[in-house]
């Protein structure tokens, strides 16, 4: 359930492949913050793949594309991810994408020209989770709350609280969506 007055996200699917598109559309249910709607034109994040950018109406929506970039890219291009990233993935890119990050598992050289924002730890070298930690990085980019993590783990929401707050310490992140961020972004947090 969401916190009262937080924000729904209207995000639109449009694939080739109506069961991807069934089974991420099942993805974006299952999170409270974001609401899938069939007019591609209203919403605020598309996620498609070439064919449908191709048949997409021009909007102002951010763009998550499955499968290869074209060129050139689209400006309002916020996430690249492969066809066979889970929904539940994407429905997290959509999330961050919605909270004006981006995400492309490897930079493209495109990537400044569409607007991208690079986030970085300090030292993503240095960076070292332990596998609990991973797990709570993992269930962080699926959205899932402390209450959640502390269920799939089980462990008490106290521990979960804690293991939250030391991996954003660790990535130097000062929200979830930053850490999912930084984790994608240095390979912490495989797509």
Request: aromatic share 2%; net charge negative; no cysteine.
């Amino acid at each position: 359930m969401r916190p009262a007055g937080e924000k729904t996200v209207s995000v639109a699917v449009r694939l080739g492949d109506i069961r991807l598109a069934r089974r991420i559309t099942a993805a974006l249910d299952r999170n409270g913050d974001l609401e899938p709607i069939d007019a591609a034109e209203a919403a605020e994040v598309l996620i498609t793949d070439a064919e449908g950018l191709d048949q997409a109406r021009p909007s102002g929506a951010s763009v998550v594309l499955l499968g290869r970039r074209p060129s050139p890219a689209p400006t309002n291009l916020r996430a690249s991810l492969p066809e066979d990233t889970a929904p539940d993935l994407i429905a997290g890119a959509a999330r961050l994408v919605a909270a004006g990050l981006s995400v492309f598992p490897t930079p493209p050289e495109d990537a400044e020209a569409a607007g991208a924002e690079q986030i970085t730890a300090s030292d993503p070298q240095a960076v070292t989770l332990t596998p609990r930690e991973r797990e709570v990085l993992e269930l962080l980019a699926v959205g899932a709350s402390n209450k959640a993590i502390a269920r799939t783990l089980d462990i008490s929401v106290h521990t979960a609280k804690f293991h939250v707050a030391s991996l954003l310490e660790k990535l130097q992140a000062s929200g979830r969506l930053e850490a999912v961020g930084i984790g994608l972004r240095t390979g912490l947090l495989m797509l």
